[in-house]
């Protein structure tokens, strides 16, 4: 989705940014990630957003090997900011928004701060190559991803657009099938992390074999370790 900021590189981008917890919420460069916001705290941190004019917010799960407290859980290292593209009111006091991933970030340090929300210090360095659309798309093995999908929507008696899908580009198709995939935290975390597209694919691939196994495995059956 077309902004009216363009980021080029991390000195764009705010090196303290307000993160919101979310576990299973994947945000990834260039996608779009729609959201709820109900809590007052998350109220007041799209209020701040917007007033601010920077319009960012950063995404990241928590860590559930480090729960830490029901309040303040721990975070893992890695998330990805956003900028919210599109926002209405509910008219029962929610905001729906939509935020679009810019670059993944690695968190420095937490802050100590005043805000309901949280805040941390990060930087975006690590993650250069977030803000250059499309890099390394043409070594993405799409015929295997396509068919990992095709496996996995049989499986599970789904159907899509496959129009859509054909006519998609490798960066757009590996980041919304990885930001839509059903998994769990750590697997989401990994596709996150991953240090390219090709390695995200490779992952999104992976996982979904070892799903589709999980779900053809005849009672009693055991997934074999590769």
């Known amino acids: 989705m077309p902004m009216n900021v363009t980021y080029r590189r991390s000195s ?24 709820n916001i109900f809590e007052p705290r998350y ?10 004019g920077h319009r960012l917010i950063g995404m990241i799960q928590p860590d559930p090997a480090h729960p830490g407290s029901d309040d303040k859980p721990v975070l893992f290292k890695v ?17 729906l928004l939509q935020l679009t991933g810019i670059a993944r970030f690695r968190v420095e340090e937490e802050l100590n701060v005043a805000t309901a929300y949280r805040q941390c210090r990060v930087t975006y360095v690590p993650f250069a190559d977030d803000f250059t659309a499309r890099k390394g798309e043409e070594l993405v093995d799409r015929k295997a991803l396509l068919e990992a999908l095709s496996a996995f929507l049989k499986a599970n008696n789904l159907k899509t657009d496959w129009e859509g899908i054909e006519n998609a580009p490798n ?14 935290v750590a697997e989401k975390q990994a596709l996150l992390e991953a240090p390219d597209l090709k390695s995200r694919a490779e992952i999104l691939i992976a996982v979904t074999e070892i799903e589709i196994a999980k779900k053809t495995a005849g009672p009693g059956s055991e997934t074999p370790l590769q």
Not at 79 to 95: L, N
Not at 171 to 184: K, Q, T
């Open 79 to 95: 998330g990805c900011v956003g900028r919210i593209t599109q926002i209405a009111e509910s008219g029962d006091g929610r905001y």
């Open 12 to 35: 764009d981008l705010q090196s303290v940014i307000a993160v919101f917890p979310l576990p299973g919420a994947l945000l990834l460069p260039r996608g779009q990630l729609p959201l």
């Open 43 to 52: 109220l007041a941190m799209v209020d701040d957003s917007l007033r601010d």
């Open 171 to 184: 960066e757009a198709l590996v980041n919304a099938l990885a930001m839509m995939s059903p998994y769990g």
